[in-house]
């Protein structure tokens, strides 16, 4: 009965459908893979990102499996948010199975390759989900501190940030209607002449997270895109409610750009050790920088952040950005805000990049004077 025991098991072992069917947790993934939304034949579909150039229907992937009766039926989910709750819970293995058998039986290229499987300059990259909340770091660089002011007056505001660093600052940014993916425009609203940018790391929530310590926070992340945090310096006008407006720094639409597709963690590694985030206005690096340079880290946002509301699968937290915004003057001495016409380069290393061209917006009709007025009205250049 033993000889028999083992010989099952070396024959599960080789054979990863079967440790699938088998319920085998330990199945890997032959080559790491990205996951995102595309536009395919006129509809958006999710797919497997493999070597950053090419793009695996999931759907058609997994219909093409299911042939082989060793590997068990599993319903596909309809959304990135759906496949992002049930990754845990044989989603993963399914798509290490996909992957695992593409690169087998070697149909990634040539007359081998599937018509479910296309090249990424060939399909409408989508933004990767709309998250159902989205959370924002504010001011979570050093380098971002004080950077309004000159060079002395910056390095004095962030000497004293690192003396007292006190808790993270969380705000909510609008999704649907804000969301935009890679390709898409940054439409500068009219009249609003003071657009600045934010590159940062979204972090993608993979199992609910409440009241979760930091050094727990990790369990609970799907994985990283890159997300751009789009913002509205202008304000509001000074005859009306004082203070500051969060919906119109950070709410426009068009003003949240993310993708291009999201990197599971298993194959990003800890942010905390690697991150490198940069951003470029038509060529022109604007900012760069990594995780050393963060106030709070990733975990303490999330361990912050699920003190105060429960966040879920699909949910995004972003890291904040570093210095060198168009609001900045300590970095190049004076503002400098987008312009029509100009195109917007974000990128993190091992994610991928997203490019956006910003573009203006045509007048509105009329209204009632209860509209958001152009900066002009009341803001000298």
Known sequence: MQTIRVLLALIILGNPALASAQGNPTIG???????????????????????????????????????????????????????????????????????????????????QRPAWVHDVKSVDILAPLMPGKMLNAAVNFYTHV??????????????????????????LKP????????????????????????????IVIGRAARDVPADKAADHIFGYMVTVDVSDR??????????????????????????????????????????????TVDGKV???SGAADMIHSIYELIEYGSSIITLFPGDVVNNGTSGGTGMGQAYRGAERFLKPGEKMVAAIEGIGSITMAVVGEAAPPAGTGSRLPPVSTYRKP
């Open 234 to 279: 202008g304000g509001r006008p000074p005859d009306s409610r004082p203070g500051s407006d969060w919906l119109v720094g950070k709410g426009h639409d068009t003003f949240a750009p993310m993708g291009p597709w999201i990197v599971p963690k298993e194959f990003y590694g800890d942010p905390m050790k690697r991150l490198r985030q940069t951003l």
């Open 29 to 111: 993934s032959a080559e790491p893979f990205k996951l995102g939304t595309f536009e395919i034949g006129g509809e958006p579909r999710l797919g497997i990102v493999l070597r950053d150039s090419l793009v695996v229907e999931l759907v058609a992937a997994n219909r093409a499996l299911e042939r082989d009766p060793s590997y068990p039926a599993i319903p596909m989910p309809p959304t990135m948010v759906d496949l992002i709750g049930r990754y845990e819970y044989g989603m993963k293995t399914r798509l290490y199975e996909i992957v695992n058998e593409l690169v087998r039986s070697n149909r990634l290229s040539g007359m």
């Open 175 to 202: 999704t649907r209607g804000a969301v935009v993916g890679d390709g898409d425009n940054v439409v500068i609203p009219y009249g609003r002449d003071r657009v600045d940018w934010e590159v940062e790391l979204g």
């Open 146 to 171: 004080g950077e309004t002011g000159t060079a002395e007056e910056q390095k004095k505001a962030e000497a004293e940030r690192r003396a007292k660093r006190g808790v993270p600052y969380l705000f």
């Open 286 to 288: 604007m900012q760069e």
